[in-house]
């Protein structure tokens, strides 16, 4: 598959799990990172360990802030276009969800949820294409098995996930004339540190993570969890020449669970 050497990614949600791990393939394949995080201490974190693969210094830009901001999405844009004079792929990963009945889910707490796993992909795409058009660049968005499989507990996770696969279709249609492509990548369970943060409800219970977690694994097809690596790999590939002839495609990375009815 073709080097990076030179081409600018910008990657949301960098500062862990799957944003972590498609940072640090990236940087493995000699492309230039911007990275965003709403903290600041896990996003230079990423960026160290990005340089230890290879990437110089001057090739990694780290912008910390909330992309629920107007201001913060249109600076990420500008900041990553003035650094780097072009904006060839945007990885829209930065993701939130409040597991709980739909019945039970707050106002805000759905505000939030929709705001940041699909306005905020929106509105970053529509300050990005006028670049991706010059680069013919792509976008690639990190969607997940919820998204057209329903789920109990975690509906309005579902409702935002399936809103921002239909927009991957609808807008990869618009922009084809003009050879920008746009693609998902709908992952499974992966087990990142999303499970046991501050806010969720399954924050500090390791028992409950743990029994679902090996739930996940007994339900797979292939036995086993995905891991941040399998995750960026596909995203690494439809960002990639290798995949210049695929667009509006949700490419499924979950062990074939999206076959089964368990």
Known sequence: MANFAGRVVLITG????????TALHFAKKGAKLSLTGRDTTRLEGVAKRCMECGIPDGDILTLTGDLTDAA?????????????????????????????ESMGMSETQYDQTMDLNMKVPF???????????????NIVNITSLSGYRAMPEIGIYCVSKAALDMFTQCLALELAPKKVRVNSVSPSTVPTAIFGREGS???????EIKKFLEHQETVNPLGRLGTPQDVAEAIYYLA???????????????GGRHCTFK
């Open 14 to 21: 960098a500062s862990a799990g799957l944003g972590e791990g």
């Open 72 to 100: 913060f999405r249109k600076t990420t844009i500008e900041k990553t276009v003035a650094k780097f004079g072009r904006l060839d792929i945007l990885v829209n990963n930065a993701g939130l969800v409040f597991p709980g």
């Open 123 to 137: 509105l970053l795409s529509q300050l990005a294409v006028p670049h991706l058009e010059k680069t013919q660049g």
């Open 201 to 207: 409800v399954l924050h500090g219970k390791d028992a």
């Open 240 to 254: 990639s020449d290798a995949a210049s002839y695929v667009t509006g495609q949700i490419l499924s990375v979950d």
